[in-house]
């Protein structure tokens, strides 16, 4: 296992999405209002969209109709094409998470600079 | 599908009885309060009829049963000798699940007072000219569902009935079963381990309204609203708040729940967070929750249907119904051949109605 630098964590905004590779891998990079920052691999499994293209938004949390809560500390990744929703910690889809998932990758940041690992 | 004998247990889940006196419901007349009585009576009043919104010419008259089924010109399904020797002994069914002359007290528009009565009335006479009379009958709560409240207490009220095993539903409404005002009648149910079935009338339309030609109405009306009416109920969340609860969807046929699985498991995966109430994948709560009557059996090859079973991992959605004594009805000699897998013929004749209704579960001894 190898941890590249993709970027310094600056150049990330919060709640927007950005696009970043690792050798011939293209993922993308999320950081949240509370500073954390994720990286799935940047390629929808439904259609092969690319997710940095999509939105980055806070998850539903809901309990029974007309619930429309937003999760403070939980977000996804909507894709742009049709509106999979994958979330940061594992890239899990909230609408499949048995069977539809984006690989996601270990990110650490140090002295100001975004380190993703690959396995 | 080819022709079988087979004398192992046959549950029919879609049954008509009918009122003699047909759709006037005056053979009601002894059930109902005295003030309702008038009504009936048209003494002081007049109940209107339940009104008919279908006006179709429709195939096989009279009644719109199979003719050979009206003996001597008398109604099929009026009186429970002729069912008994029709239905039990004529097609083997052992256990038969009254569903009434498919008159809905839920599709009254008006009145719901008397709406109530109604179903309160029918239920009694249910009681006390059927099931009182053969142990093999079964029967159903009919209820005035746009009064919530009033339909959970007629649950409470007869549902304890041992022969009763269901609250009957009409598959159309004004407002879709989804809606969470109708929550104290599925708890009713619950709580009488009652499961929910559901009905067309002749109120029921297609998704475009009336269709100008029967043939029209009778290919699309029920099995458009049995789809709508379960994707309300996927979609508001019912089966994630009542994950006991079970629907059967009755007459609509049976191959519109591959679709529907397929679909819409598509548009959760796209559009979850339009319902993030909903937690696990309609095709998930369909299999767990959602029971399709076979009649009128979609006439395809037994490996067609198997292989569409297989597709979508239905085994466990289908019950049998023969909708005695319509003109359609299905005959279990002929849409349940040997030539189907052992193990899906024994589902389709009892086993998947043993595990959806819990009060008919002692029969599995």
Same mark, same amino acid.
């Given at each position: 296992m190898t941890q590249q630098r993709v970027c310094r964590f600056e150049e990330l905004e919060v709640g927007r999405l950005k696009e970043a590779r690792i050798d011939n891998l293209s993922i993308v990079l999320a950081r949240t209002p509370d500073g954390r920052v994720f990286a799935l691999r940047d390629t929808c499994p439904h259609m092969g969209a690319k997710l940095s293209h999509g939105l980055l938004l806070e998850a539903f949390e809901s309990s029974d109709v007309d619930d429309y809560r937003l999760a403070e500390d939980r977000f996804v990744i909507r894709c742009p094409w049709h509106g999979y929703e994958f979330a940061l910690e594992d890239g899990r889809c909230l609408g499949d998470p048995e069977r539809v998932r984006v690989r996601a990758y270990p990110v650490a940041v140090r002295d100001g600079e975004v380190w993703v690992e690959r396995a | 599908m080819g022709v079988a004998e087979d004398t192992t247990l046959l549950i029919d889940t879609d049954v008509h009885e009918s009122p003699p006196q047909g759709r006037g419901m005056k053979d009601l007349i002894p059930y109902f309060d005295p003030h309702w009585q008038r009504y009936i009576k048209g003494v002081g009043g007049e109940w209107q009829g339940h009104g008919t919104s279908s006006t179709y010419i429709t195939p096989l008259p009279p009644y719109g049963n199979r003719a050979d089924w009206n003996v001597n010109g008398e109604r099929a399904g009026s009186t429970v000798e002729e069912m008994q020797k029709q239905l039990f002994e004529g097609e083997g069914v052992s256990i038969a699940i009254l569903g009434g002359p498919?008159? &809905?007290? &839920?599709?009254?528009?008006?009145d719901p007072e008397f709406a109530t009565a109604l179903a309160s009335a029918y239920n009694d006479y249910e009681i006390e000219n059927w099931l009182d009379k053969d142990e093999r009958l079964r029967g159903s709560v009919h209820? !005035? !569902?746009?009064?919530p409240e009033a339909a959970a207490r007629e649950i409470d009220r007869v549902g304890a009935h041992p022969q009763i095993v269901q609250v009957l539903l009409p598959l159309a409404t004004d407002k879709q079963w989804g809606d969470p005002i109708y929550r104290p009648i599925w708890e009713a149910a619950l709580r009488n381990d009652l499961v929910l079935s559901f009905h067309h009338t002749n109120r029921t339309q297609t998704t475009l309204g009336w269709p100008r030609y029967f043939i029209e109405w009778h290919t699309m009306a029920a099995p458009q609203a049995a789809q709508n009416q379960v994707l309300s109920l996927i979609c508001s969340g019912t089966f994630d708040r009542y994950p006991e609860l079970k629907v059967v969807m009755l007459e609509g046929g049976v191959t519109w729940v591959h679709w529907l699985i397929w679909r819409l498991d598509q548009q959760y995966r796209e559009l979850r967070q339009n319902i993030p109430w909903v937690k696990r994948l309609p095709s998930e709560h369909i299999r767990d929750n959602v029971r399709v009557a076979t009649q009128p059996m979609t006439e395809v090859t037994t490996s067609e249907f198997v292989k569409l079973i297989e597709m979508t991992d239905t085994a466990r959605c289908y019950v049998f119904a023969t909708d005695y004594p319509h003109y359609d009805a299905d005959t279990p000699r002929n849409v349940l051949p040997r030539s189907l897998p052992p193990e899906l013929l024994r589902r389709i004749r009892y086993q998947n109605a043993l595990e959806t209704f819990p009060r008919l579960a002692n029969l599995a001894n």
């Open positions: - | 498919n008159f &809905s007290p &839920s599709g009254l528009v008006t209820v !005035a !569902a746009q009064v």
